[in-house]
């Protein structure tokens, strides 16, 4: 009995052996592992160059505001006087002037104060690379005087002229003029009451501001 059992087990393995030794790894199971370890492989490449890229992305938005904070900064110490403000906005900087100290009533022509702001600001915006800078006029509500109407028919035009004359000072003072624009918005767009002295020399005013390229025209 005992003999037949072992005969049994020994029958047993030597088929089970056999069949181990005539199933090698199939061909197509093989190229299937290799196809898949060479996806892996460029999958994992394609993770490390996008690794790469975000890095340098980060890097690139890191600097980009450092020069942006830069700027704000310079643009604020070089204008100290209380006719003018710089307000940072969340995609844009704006500059504001008093339009008085730039200009006489009915007048295009900037005066000498007018002139010695823009100075000041003048490097500072020649430097600048990634941002368009709009130039815009506005006024109060008094209508053009009969003396000046040869020239300024309405506060449009007067508005459109200071912003034009803004535009080609800084032009002359080194600024990239592929990135000025220049727009006159007349007694629209008050940021005071026009029923006052205060108000109305409020709202005469020149605005310079910096804005992304790639971020869409705001009229406020």
């Excluded at 003018?84 to 500059?95: A, F, N």
């Excluded at 990634?130 to 007067?158: C, M």
């Excluded at 034009?164 to 000072?169: Q, S």
Aim: overall charge neutral; charged content about 30%.
């Amino acid at each position: 009995m005992y003999k037949a059992i072992m005969a049994i087990f020994l029958i047993a393995g030597f088929f089970f052996l056999l069949s181990c030794s005539q199933s090698p790894a199939k061909p197509d199971e093989t190229a299937a592992l290799i196809a898949e370890n060479q996806s892996l492989s460029n999958q994992i490449d394609v993770l490390n160059e996008k690794i790469m890229s975000l890095t340098a992305s980060k890097e690139s938005i890191e600097s980009n505001a450092l020069t942006y904070s830069n700027l704000v900064k310079d643009l604020r110490d070089q204008l100290t006087t209380k006719e003018t403000t710089v307000k940072e906005l969340e995609d844009s900087v704006r500059v504001t002037f008093v339009s008085d100290i730039f200009f006489d009533e009915g007048s295009d022509v900037i005066k000498p104060e007018g002139i010695k702001a823009l100075d000041a600001i003048a490097a500072t915006l020649s430097s600048v690379k990634d941002r368009e800078i709009r130039v815009e006029g506005y006024t109060d509500d008094v209508p053009i005087a009969p003396k000046h109407q040869w020239k300024f028919p309405s506060n449009w035009e007067l508005s459109t002229a200071r912003a034009g004359a803004v535009v080609r000072h800084l032009v002359d003072k080194g600024v990239k003029p592929e990135i000025l624009k220049s727009a006159g918005y007349s007694k629209y767009n008050p940021v005071a009451s026009n029923d006052t002295p205060e108000g109305r020399s409020k709202n005469r005013r020149i605005v310079i501001e910096l804005v992304r390229l790639d971020a869409r025209a705001r009229y406020k």
